[in-house]
């Protein structure tokens, strides 16, 4: 059981340039979502999905898109990276709803620079 | 709405004394409560949650916390440090109505010898 799976761990980026990163769960949870972390600001919503074909908005979601074709993955893409993007970014899930509480489970995180 | 504040953004302890973490939250229903730790350069683990069972949650590695409704705060303890507890702390709310999460801005805890 793997878990969360973020691909790459470190990556850096032209100001200009696009990329993706990847992330996938292999416990079958219905919401995904990505966050940046930056200092002295927590975690902040990127996008999130309940579900294949399902995205929405987050709290900070210009410059990102993401797409929801299976359960199993929940792509980030940067459209045209800036150096406000340099950050660290998280992908999570759980399942929609558990009598236990929806407990998140976090990838290791995405350590991104543009330069 | 729901948000989140921990209200110290540094705290330094002595090995084997007591940490005192705290996080005040608003939230407008019946919220779940988390607290995740980091350490550098890692990602974020769950020490423990609250999902309107018993008050006093229990969490991995010693750690507790206690939700008091009536002061909207979910404190997190640890009667006695290790020089491992060095890291940063994420008080966390979300609703189960509501898949997203509140993250507070963090705690650093440093653990002096």
């Known amino acids: 059981n793997a878990g969360v799976t973020q691909t790459p761990k470190f990556q850096v980026l032209k100001t200009g340039q696009s990329m993706t990163l990847q992330c996938a769960q292999d416990?079958?949870?219905?919401?995904m979502s990505w966050y940046r972390q930056d200092p002295g600001m927590g975690l902040r919503l990127i996008h999130y999905s309940v579900g294949a074909g399902i995205t929405d908005q987050g709290e900070v979601p210009n410059g990102y898109n993401v797409s929801r074709s299976t359960t199993e993955d929940f792509p980030l893409r940067l459209l045209s990276a800036a150096p406000s993007q340099t950050s660290v970014y998280f992908c999570?899930?759980?399942?929609?709803?558990?009598?236990?509480?929806?407990?998140?489970?976090f990838g290791e995180g995405s350590w991104l620079t543009v330069v | 709405a729901q948000s989140v504040t921990q209200l110290d953004s540094h705290v330094s302890v002595s090995e084997g004394t007591p940490v005192l973490l705290r996080c005040n939250y608003s939230?407008?229903?019946?919220?779940?409560l988390f607290w995740y730790v980091q350490h550098p350069n890692k990602g974020l683990q769950l020490l423990l949650k609250?999902?309107?069972?018993?008050?006093l949650v229990k969490g991995i590695n010693g750690f507790e916390a206690e939700f008091k409704k009536s002061e909207t705060s979910f404190h997190l303890t640890k009667p006695s440090a290790h020089m491992s507890d060095a890291a940063e702390y994420f008080c966390v709310v979300s609703l189960f109505e509501d898949y997203k999460l509140s993250f507070g801005a963090g705690t650093t805890v440093t653990v002096r010898a």
């Open positions: 939230s407008s229903y019946s919220p779940s």
């Open positions: 416990m079958n949870h219905e919401y």
């Open positions: 999570a899930s759980s399942y929609a709803y558990s009598d236990s509480g929806n407990t998140i489970y």
């Open positions: 609250y999902t309107s069972a018993a008050t």
